[in-house]
Structures are given as C-alpha cells and as structure tokens.
C-alpha cells in the first residue's frame, strides 16, 4: 500500500556557461579548431529548502528529533542544494579538419561535455519527512486495516493525517515538536546524495568522406564517448544478506524476523541457551554482552531509502555509414549504425547494485546493434509522356517517398521482484535471476504462437541471501522490419493555387513488429511476446494552399 500527503514543490536551479572558440586555416586543405567551454550548473534546490538527504553521523539542528544521519537544506553544512555546485568544470575542444584531394575529407573531433541532472532527481525527493509523507508498506496490509502487517497482524503506526511543521524553522529556531515516531522507520524516501558531482562524458569521432561522381557522398565515421558520473539510483541502507540470515535462523518460532521485504528491526534473536535480543538499537547488544551489527547498517529507524546517486557510467562505440544521392529527380540517404553501448545504469530509474555496482553492467536499455535505415524521395516523370493542358496537369506531379528500416531489437531487461537477495532495496529492486548457461539463449519458438521468445529453463531463482549472477541485459529482444511509403500528387490549377493529395501508409506491408517479452522471472508470462507495435495504419491527406 502507498500513501502521500499532499505536497507543492517550487523548485529552481541556476547554470552559467562561458566559452571561446578559433578556427585556425593552417593551409588551404587544414584547418585546426579548438576551444574551451567553462560552466557550472547547480543541483535542484527548494526555494523553502523543504528536501532533505541522509548523511551517516550527522544530526539534524533543524530537527532535532530526527534519526541520526537524516539532515535538511539549512542544517549546518547542508547546502540548499544538497550537494554543493561546481565551479571548476573545464571543457576544452579539439578537432581538424583535412582535404587530400578535392573529393575526399577527413575530419577528427573531441571533447569533455557536462550536463546538468534532471529535475525529476527533485520530484522524487517531494513530500518527504518533515515537509511531508510518502508511504510505503513493507509487507502486505490488510485491506480493511491498512496500518496492520497481513501476515502478522503487527501495527506500522497510524501514518496519517499528515502534521506539517512550522514554515520558520531553521538551526536558531528549531522545531521539536514534529512526532517522528509517527514516520519512522523512514521509508521509501529518495534523497539526493550528498556526493553528487556534475554528469559529464568524453566524446569522439574519426569521419572520413568522399564523393562518388556528380552527386553521391559517402561518409564513413567512427563515433564514440566515455559517460562518468551519470545519474542512478542506488540503495542508501541496504540490509546485510548475511546478517539477515542469521537472525532468521536464530529467531524462536512465531517471533519478528528477518526476511524478504523484511530487513528493518524490530527483530528477536536466540543466541546460546536463553540469550535473547530485540534489535531496536545499532549496534545489538545481547543478554549475553556480545555485540553484534544491524541488518541495516543507518539502523532500525531507517527502511528502504533510495539515493539519487551520480556513480554510473557507460561506453558507447560505434561504426556509422551514410550514403546520399541527389539528382533533379531522385534523392535518397541510407545510413548504417552498428554499434554497442554498455553501461552499469541507463537513467535515475534503472537501479545500481549498492555493495558493487560492477555487478549491475550490462548492455544499455536503448543499446541496438544493427541500425539500418533507407530515406528516399523520386519525382516521378510521367508528366514527360504526355502534351501541356489537363493531361499533363493529372500524370504529372507524382512523387514517391518513404523510410524504410531495418534494426536490432531492444535488450531484454532480467529482473526478479522477490527480494531473494535479502537486501531490502525496495523502492529500487536490483535482483536478477540466475543464468546456467550451457545453451543458446534465444529459442527457436513461434511468438505469434505463444512460445517463449529466449530460453527461460536456462534462468532460476536467487538462492536466499545470494544475488542472481545473470547480467542485467545480454541479448537483443525482437527488431525492426518497418516500410513506411507516401505518395504525393502536386496539382498546380493556376500559378497561386495549388492541391496536394497524399496517399501515405505506416508498416506497409503489415509485417508483426513484437515488443519486447517479459524478463521478469516470477511473472506467468516469463519470456513472451503479449504484445506488439502499431499494424499497418493507412491515411489519405487532401491539403489547397492558395
């Protein structure tokens, strides 16, 4: 169950940028450019600072009430923005350009280039404690007790009505008032870490062109970038598998235990005859005096908690062709991309494993290895064939045009939603299945028969407290076959009128472009196709222009 109290966000940020270029024509076939860009770009902020972050051992001044380690814009050394703006990003520019021969170019570029973060890193962080309340079960309620855990019966707390706090507070005037208790454990609240620096990407490129004949060109390029400290998500109080397997096996029958969606004390453990603990402080200390860590190492007043994180990064590589033509009557473009772009992150909602995010690589979300595309326009000449007068008005012009397309399918993104691995990342699942290997991957069945797409009896479920070991995405789900054709009749009736018909038709030739099948390994349809692009679609278009 989810549950928020209303929230108003008036959010702002600020970026500056500065930059001088210079061409230098060193000789009449080379020229030299270069350049450098300087720009700073700040993180999202609350012009009433109501966002907040988790900082481990820092308190709040502000709230002096709230869980050690969970800070406000406006507590001392909490920038309004969270994490602080950068001011010393350089990027310098460099590339050439070179003509052999009057039909050949070869051009060279590089550069460092700096985004900003997206305001949805803002969002997320709306109606968070104290400014306001996001909640989310850990277990399945009840639905006629929303407040009480189904399977046991134990109260969360009654979450709402939502208390706002005073709009004066700050470190002079702190608020003490606010009933924390009512909030915590703190859950499912996303924080933009304190960390964050700046996204940024190296990028490149080698392109060599030559004209064939009078009115052909064809370029040849490599084309690639480095991306370093993209934006992801990540757990900020993952649980310990380990830790939590200990304590459900050293928990007396019919206790609170550790478990899936399950990892935040109040737990009770067994150790040695009689010893017995509740784990409601970090670290435990049982009867016995041994000390021992929580399973969520910000404790038990802290559940899933996501970081809006800038720790990812990606390499993308690629051969790209192009081939155009123009003449009086026909144009065209064929272009050819094969490519790979690899990544541990494709964007803020595609999670980061928190312990190694090495373990989270894979082929990016929007990866396509094979990306052929075929644009043409050919005025057609029958108005050749006939004398002036009607004749020639209705034979002649007659266009044909259209994009063609021919691509790799997207990845197939693995997932497994039953939080085996015993880390508690929620808000953000990370699991992924097994892999065994041993066999090829995609199967040879019928998607319009309902048969799998890949081979799911080469996929398990996570053993308990252990991570899957298949990567996120390693193989391509079903491409592209897509003919989209026009044909246009211009009609010219005197010299300022004129009437355009247009006869155009999307996936022309109905050819069944599959989306995706399913990756989720718990899902009943695990591994197939349930659905599919646009079928053929056609229109007829009338346009005067007078």
Known sequence: MTQASQQILDSRSKYYGLYAQDSWRVTANFTFNYGLRWEASMPWYDTQNKIETIIPG????????????YVVAGDPGVPRTLAPTQWHNFSPRLGFAYSPDAKTSIRVGAGLYYTSVEDLSQ????????????YGSANPPLLEAPYLTRSSGASVGQRFPFPYPPTNVSPQNPDKTFPWPQVEPLSYDFSFDHNNKLPYSEHYELSIQRQIGANTVLTTSYVGNQGHRLVTSIEANPANPAMCLYVL???????????????????????????????TSTPWVLNSGQVIAS???????????PFVSTVANSHYNSLQVSLSHNTGSLSFLAGYTFSKCIDNASGLQDSTNPFNPALSVSLCNFDVKHNFVFSYNWLMPFDRYVSAGWAKKVVGGWSLSGITNFASGLPITMTENDDNSLIGA????VDVPNFSGGGAVLATTNPRKGGTYFNTSLFSNELLG???????????????NNWNVALLKDTKITESKELQLRFE?????????FQNPTGEINSSSFGVVTSARDPRIMQVGAKFLF
């Open 58 to 69: 820092k308190q709040s001044v502000k709230f002096p009430g709230a869980p050690p380690g």
């Open 123 to 134: 969002f997320l962080e709306v109606g968070d404690p104290p400014y306001g309340l996001y």
């Open 249 to 279: 096996n050293n928990t007396p029958a019919g206790a609170p235990t550790c478990g899936q969606f399950s990892e935040t004390p109040p737990f009770q453990v067994t150790v040695g005859p009689g010893g017995t603990s509740i784990g």
């Open 295 to 305: 399973v969520r190492p910000l404790g038990p007043l802290f559940d899933t908690n």
């Open 426 to 429: 929620n808000a953000i699942p």
């Open 466 to 480: 252990q991570f899957g070991n298949s990567s996120r995405r390693f193989f391509h789900g079903p491409g592209l």
């Open 505 to 513: 038709g999307f996936n022309v030739f109905n050819h069944a472009q």
